[in-house]
C-alpha cells in the first residue's frame, strides 16, 4: 500500500462546476497535510493546507480532512479552465520525526473544459 | 523574491558521465529537500537535510550523493549517470515542521541521460 494514494484522473468537469479531489493516507498518525498544483512543465506551488478534523475554505478552495477515514479532499468551486493541472496531495507523516518530510500522492490531472 | 533557485534547467548526459544539480534558497528555511518526479510516479523524496550539516536518504538514494554545503545551499550529485536517472529533479525548502509549513520548490531541472 503506497503511504499516499490519489487516482491519477484525469477528473474532466465543465466550467462553473465544483471539483472534488480525493486523497487517502497511511500513516495514522500524520500532522499536516498539504494540496500543490502543478502545471504542465512548472514547478509545484502550495494552495492549501490544514490539520485540524474538519473543512477549511480559501476562496474557491475548500480543504476536507477526516483523520479517522484517513481521507483528505480539495474542492474547487466555480470551476476555471485556469484550474486545469496537476494536483499533489502532500502528507507529513509521524515517521518523518523533526523533520519536515512530506510524502507526495501521484497527483490527479483535472480538466476543466469551457 | 528569488526563493528556490536551481541550476541548470536542462541537461543531456551520456551514460557513465557526472554531474551535480545546484539549488540555493534565500529564505532562511533550515531543512532543504531533493526530489524526483517520473510520470506516473509523483514526486519522490531521493535525499534530504533537516538542517546544516545533516542529510539524510529519502525514498531513492542509490546512485546519488548530497553535499549540504551551507545553510542556503543543497546539492545532488550523480556520480555515474544511468538511464533511469532521466527525470524531471526538483530542489525545495521548508522552514521548521510545525502547522502548514509547506514547501518552497524550486522551477527544477530536466535531466535526460542517453
Known amino acids: 500500500q503506497k503511504e499516499v494514494e490519489q487516482n491519477s484522473g484525469p477528473l474532466s468537469v465543465p466550467e462553473g462546476a465544483i471539483a472534488s479531489l480525493n486523497c487517502t493516507y497511511s500513516?495514522?498518525?500524520?500532522?499536516?497535510f498539504f494540496w500543490y498544483r502543478q502545471y504542465s512543465g512548472k514547478s509545484p506551488e502550495l494552495i492549501m493546507f490544514?490539520?485540524?478534523?474538519g473543512d477549511k475554505e480559501d476562496g474557491r478552495f475548500t480543504a476536507q480532512l477526516n483523520k479517522a477515514s484517513q481521507y483528505v479532499s480539495l474542492l474547487i468551486r466555480d470551476s476555471q479552465p485556469s484550474d486545469s493541472a496537476t494536483y499533489l496531495c502532500a502528507v507529513n507523516p509521524v515517521s518523518a520525526g523533526n523533520t519536515g518530510k512530506l510524502i507526495f500522492g501521484q497527483g490527479t490531472t483535472l480538466q476543466v473544459k469551457p | 523574491n528569488a526563493g528556490v533557485t536551481q541550476t541548470p534547467k536542462f541537461q543531456v548526459l551520456k551514460t557513465g558521465q557526472s554531474m551535480t544539480l545546484q539549488c540555493a534558497q534565500d529564505m532562511n528555511h533550515n531543512s532543504m529537500y531533493w526530489y524526483r518526479q517520473d510520470p506516473g510516479m509523483g514526486l519522490r523524496l531521493i535525499y534530504y537535510s533537516a538542517s546544516e550539516g545533516t542529510t539524510d536518504k529519502g525514498e531513492v538514494p542509490n546512485g546519488y550523493n548530497v553535499s549540504r554545503l551551507n545553510k542556503r545551499e543543497f546539492s545532488l550529485r550523480l556520480e555515474s549517470a544511468a538511464p533511469s536517472q532521466t527525470s524531471v529533479y526538483f530542489c525545495?525548502?521548508?522552514?521548521?515542521?510545525?502547522?502548514?509549513?509547506?514547501?518552497?520548490f524550486g522551477s527544477g531541472t530536466r535531466l535526460t541521460v542517453v
Open positions: 500513516d495514522r498518525g500524520s500532522q499536516s
Open positions: 525545495a525548502s521548508s522552514g521548521p515542521p510545525g502547522v502548514g509549513y509547506g514547501y518552497t
Open positions: 490544514i490539520y485540524s478534523n
